[in-house]
């Protein structure tokens, strides 16, 4: 087994105080890397393997395109998605399954219910069950089928490691990240998933996010970075975290299970955490805390967006304590 990142080198990276005691804390590693793909700053080991589970998406969806997809507009930022299965995220899933031939019974994710509660009471009242295209993942899994059916490749294997468009996530990983894969998992959604570095998860989100102002990245990964801020919303949803990053900073930002998340700014600067309990609590807080000590955003834009994307810890209806940064966090960033 790859090593991973262990209990014993991560540290205390958010709490939760609650009437002025400590009452939960999430432990784990962050890292922050320029333009040119160099650690500078990290807390905990920011070269032990993890999953990136989800954050990986915009990678996939590059796969998929490489692989012949035509995806225009929104369509790129749902492949990119963790989406809340909204009434829109699921109409758009299923145009990209229609111009693929196919249609929701091809995807390989589970079936789920909307996170989104509108939509999912909508269904209820509608007399309607779970649905494919409502998993967060319906956007990858819809251009992982369309590349099979531009290819000629079999649809009904399309999640074995061993497919053309699986190897093709491998091969974009291993290019945008600098490492070699050299273990796989298999995601929540049935889809292999490649253990990387947190460092390396940071480097290939820094390449995306300075894409659209290089000529000499790939063009399809500029257009992957273009799309997931032109369209924000299908991304993840209205009003989210990673949604309200990119709308109001123009920062990447994409979350992944189990406590990861990558942001990155249009400089290159790039920040990949993971909570070693899979809590995502407070994650964005700190992702975003070093993006502004690293200069990519500044203190005003970092003061004017952290009440947006943070729920305070309630006592009943009223704000008794506070997710936030352990104390030495900001000490060990210097």
């Excluded at 091969?171 to 796989?184: A, M, P």
């Excluded at 406590?259 to 899979?278: F, H, R």
């Amino acid at each position: 087994m790859p090593e991973t990142l262990l209990s014993s080198q991560a540290v205390d990276l958010v709490v939760v105080e609650r009437n002025g005691f400590i009452e939960s804390r999430h432990r784990g590693a962050a890292v922050v890397v320029d333009a040119a793909g160099d650690i500078v700053s990290s807390l905990g080991d920011p070269q032990g393997l993890i999953y990136p589970r989800s954050s990986l998406k915009p990678f996939q969806a590059l796969a998929s395109m490489q692989s012949g997809v035509p995806l225009r507009g929104a369509e790129v930022a749902l492949a990119c998605a963790s989406h809340i299965g909204s009434a829109e995220h699921m109409e758009l899933a299923k145009v990209m399954l229609h111009k693929a031939g196919l249609t929701e019974e091809d995807l390989g994710c589970p079936t789920a219910w909307p996170a989104h509660e509108g939509t999912r009471i909508d269904m209820v009242l509608d007399g309607e069950g779970k649905s494919k295209v409502a998993f967060n993942c319906s956007g990858k899994h819809a251009a992982f089928l369309w590349a099979c059916t531009e290819n000629g490749w079999d649809t009904k294997t399309y999640l074995s490691p061993d497919h053309p468009v699986q190897q093709r996530v491998v091969e974009v990983v291993e290019q945008y990240s600098g490492e070699k894969i050299s273990h796989l998992g298999i995601d929540g959604c049935g889809a292999p998933v490649p253990a990387i570095s947190l460092a390396g998860l940071a480097r290939a989100a820094s390449k995306l996010a300075q894409a659209p102002g290089d000529k000499h990245s790939e063009a399809r990964a500029a257009t992957i970075a273009t799309a997931m801020l032109d369209y924000p919303w299908a991304v993840q949803g209205h009003g989210l975290p990673n949604t309200v990053v990119m709308e109001e900073l123009g920062v990447l930002a994409k979350l992944g299970a189990e406590g990861v998340l990558v942001l990155a700014a249009p400089n290159g600067t790039a920040v990949a955490v993971k909570m070693l309990d899979g809590s995502g609590r407070g994650s964005d807080m700190l992702g975003l805390t070093m993006l502004a000590q690293a200069g990519a955003i500044t203190a005003e834009q970092l003061a004017a967006i952290l009440p947006k994307i943070s729920r305070p810890i309630l006592g009943g209806a009223e704000p008794v304590g506070s997710v936030r940064l352990a104390d030495g966090v900001m000490g060990l960033l210097g």
